[in-house]
C-alpha cells in the first residue's frame, strides 16, 4: 500500500508540475512593431454529451487551450492543451489531458498524455476468441476499474524533420468488485488486481506534417522502445515495441486531404493484462468497447478522407485560390484491426471498422470533432478536440 501511494503521489505531481508550466507559459504576450499587445492564449471551452460502448452516455466538459512559447516566431507551430472531464451515467469519472508544446524554435517538443479513470468496466480476458466467444455480464466480464497513467516525451531535433528523445511511462491499475468470469481469469489470478507500472525508453521520430493536430500534407514515422521494470518502482518486467506510420496527401486543395495511418505495438516479457496491446478506443478504431480486444501484439490501419467546405458553395470544386474557407467540414473513414499471440497469430482474426464525421473549426487549423463509429458489434459517438491521428 505504501508503494501504491507513493506512485500516486509521484504522479499527480508530474501532473502538477505539467499544468503549472503550461499555464504560466500560456501567459506569454506579443508587442507587435505598432505597439499594440496581442493576446497569444486562445480557449475554446466546451460541454457535450456523447457516448461510447464503455462507458454508456456520458456528458463532458473541457477546453481546448493553445498558445506560442515564441509569439515573434509565425512560423512555430502553437502549442496546445487539450483537457476533458466527463461524467458517464453508469457511474464513471474521467480525465484526460494531451500536452503538446513547441519550444526553442521547434529544436525541442515536450509532450503528455495525462488520463485517470474510475469506472465501471468489463474485462473479456486476453486474445480474439474470448473477446468475440465471451459473453458481456454481471457475472462474467463485470468489474470495476481504477487506472490512471502520465506519459511525458521529450524530443529534440537533431536535423531537419528528424526528432530523438524520452519516453516516460507511469500507471497502474486497481481491479474491485470483480465478478465469478473475471476472477477466476489466469492472467488475472496470475498477475493480480493491482498493477503498477513505470518505465522508460527512447523514441525516433521524422514529422514533416504542416499542422501536427490537422495535417494537410506531410509524413510522420515514430519508432519507440519502452522497457518497464522495478527499477522504477514497476510490479512488472516487460518491454513495449511500437511503430506508427501515417501520411496525409492533398487532393485538388487545400481542406481536402486523404488520410492514413498504420501502427503496430507489440509486448515482450511479463506484460501485465490492464497494459497489453489494446485495438479499438476513440484514438483509433473507433466504435469499438475499449479494452475488449486485447493481446501481446495489435495492428490497425486506417484510410480516411477529410473535406473542409468553402465559403462559395457554388464553386467549391473549383481551385481553391483566392477563396475563403468555411468553418465546417466532414471526415469518412474505414479501418481494419487485429490482436494476437503474435504476428502470424492475427491472421484472420479482423476487426473491421467504419465511421463519419463533422467538424468545426474552433481556432485557425484546431476543429472540434464529432465522429461516429461502427465496429463488429457495437457503436460509439465521440466528441473531441483535434483529429484522430
Known sequence: MHKNRKALTTALLILLSLIIGSQLSAQITYESPEGKRKKNFRVTPFVAPGYTPELGFVIAGGGLFTFSTDFADEDLPRSSINTAFSYGFKGSYTFSS???????????????????????????????????????????????????????????????????????DFNQTVASDLSPGVASDPYIRAQGTNNYNG????????????????????????????????????????????????????????????????????????VPWPEMTQVGNPYNLRGYYWGQYRDVVGTFAILEYRYKFMTNRKHFLRPYEGRKESLHGFVVWVGLGAIGSNYGAQWGN????????????????????????????????????????
Open 98 to 168: 494531451i500536452v503538446n508544446t513547441f519550444w526553442l524554435d521547434d529544436k525541442l517538443r515536450v509532450n503528455a498524455d495525462v488520463v485517470l479513470k474510475k469506472m465501471p468496466d468489463n474485462y473479456w480476458g486476453v486474445g480474439h476468441d474470448s473477446a468475440r466467444n465471451t459473453p458481456e455480464g454481471s457475472d462474467t466480464t463485470a468489474y470495476d476499474r481504477l487506472w490512471w497513467q502520465i506519459n511525458p516525451k521529450i524530443l529534440w531535433q537533431f536535423r531537419k524533420d528528424m526528432f530523438a528523445g524520452l519516453n516516460l
Open 199 to 270: 518505465g522508460a525508453g527512447f523514441i525516433f521520430m521524422h514529422d514533416s506534417r504542416d499542422v501536427t493536430v490537422n495535417a494537410y500534407s506531410g509524413w510522420f514515422l515514430s519508432g519507440s522502445a519502452t522497457f518497464y521494470g522495478k527499477y522504477l518502482g514497476g510490479d512488472n518486467v516487460y518491454q513495449v515495441y511500437a511503430i506508427d506510420y501515417r501520411q496525409y496527401q492533398q487532393i485538388v486543395r487545400p481542406g481536402s486531404t486523404l488520410a492514413w495511418q498504420v501502427y503496430t505495438r507489440v509486448g515482450t516479457g511479463d
Open 350 to 389: 479482423w476487426m473491421p471498422n467504419a465511421g463519419v464525421g463533422y467538424r468545426f473549426e474552433v481556432q485557425p487549423r484546431s476543429n472540434a470533432r464529432l465522429d461516429i463509429g461502427w465496429g463488429y458489434e457495437t457503436v460509439g459517438i465521440y466528441f473531441n478536440f483535434n483529429e484522430a491521428f
